[in-house]
């Protein structure tokens, strides 16, 4: 037995609808027969025959009114749009295919887009997963997959999907480093793929209530919150002329080492300790330095 406070979830349904060009010579021809009849009958009166003439003229109005009624069952659909059909209340399904239909004129026929869509969200202030304040902005791209989940089980889908976006990108925000991760660790600003999929995954859990489907999610904006963002781009900066001066210097060690080996190989001269130890030092003077190095002859000896 089901819980009368359980939400029942709708399921999109096809709909037979006639063709709308068979039934408009129906339409049309009650409403002319009706015009017809109903001058016929007044020419009629007009001529002292007044019992046949107001037969004529009944049946003439009925036909009027059969046209009248019978018009609002005609309705075209575009592509990439559908029409929810509701017959007092009930769901009778939905026509997808674009043309020119006709069903009940007593059924409701409401529009809904099919088309894809895009939702780019605010700038949106979140901690990341270390509490640093930043700002974030995505990109959704979504479109309705059931049209009876988006029109019944949400009170407004596309507010629905502009509130869930909003909120999974905020949780996802707040899974991730902004940057400067541990080894192999994911972060909003290096793992633009990853994190993509991950914004993605959590929007079809949240949306999918609503019959929608996400073909993509991308971030649009990240940056440091104002408050903060001086100090740290401050510190990758540093960090950067830190990162730097580590590749420098490792590959002038590598220099130096090769050097010293091709020395001792090739037997062009032979260096004591003091010596080498002389040599590396001006050769990495020379290749760690920031400016032009101006040599020095020595005429001497190293120990004079």
């Known amino acids: 037995m089901n819980n009368s406070n359980e939400l029942l979830v709708s399921v999109e349904k096809p709909s037979t609808a006639f063709g709308g060009w068979r039934m408009l010579p129906f339409t049309w021809g009650a409403l002319l027969a009706g015009v017809v009849m109903v001058i016929?009958?007044?020419i009629m009166a007009a001529n002292d025959k007044g019992e046949t003439a107001g037969?004529?003229?009944?049946?003439g109005i009925a036909s009027i009114i059969l046209a009248g009624i019978l018009c609002?069952?005609?309705f075209t659909v575009q592509p990439n749009t559908a029409r929810v059909l509701m017959l007092f209340g009930a769901y009778r399904g939905t026509v997808r295919d674009a043309g020119f239909h006709w069903v009940n004129p007593f059924v409701n026929k409401r529009f809904i887009s099919v088309r894809v869509h895009n939702h780019v969200s605010e700038k949106l202030k979140v901690n990341d997963k270390r509490g640093n304040p930043i700002e974030i902005a995505a990109v959704v791209v979504w479109?309705?997959?059931d049209t009876a989940q988006a029109i019944f089980d949400v009170e407004d889908f596309v507010n629905y999907v502009k509130i869930q976006s909003e909120s999974a990108i905020r949780h996802v925000a707040s899974n991730y480093a902004y940057d400067h991760g541990e080894s192999d660790e994911i972060t909003l600003r290096g793992g633009g793929e990853e994190v993509s999929v991950a914004l993605s995954k959590e929007l079809q859990e949240r949306l999918s209530k609503a019959g929608v489907f996400v073909d993509e999610a991308r971030i649009t904006h990240l940056a440091y919150a104002p408050e903060?963002?001086?100090a740290m781009l401050r510190r990758q900066q540093a960090e950067a002329v830190i990162a730097a001066r580590q590749k420098i210097v490792?590959?002038?060690?590598?220099?130096?080492?090769?050097?010293?080996?091709?020395?001792?190989?090739?037997?062009v001269v032979h260096l004591d300790d003091d010596r080498k130890a002389a040599m590396v030092s001006n050769l990495l003077v020379v290749l760690c330095g920031e400016a032009e190095v101006t040599p020095v002859v020595n005429t001497g000896t190293l120990y004079q």
């Open 55 to 59: 037969v004529l003229a009944c049946i």
């Open 143 to 145: 479109r309705v997959k």
């Open 72 to 74: 609002p069952g005609h």
């Open 250 to 267: 490792h590959g002038a060690v590598s220099m130096v080492e090769m050097a010293l080996r091709e020395l001792a190989e090739k037997n």
């Open 228 to 230: 903060i963002a001086q």
């Open 40 to 42: 016929t009958a007044g």
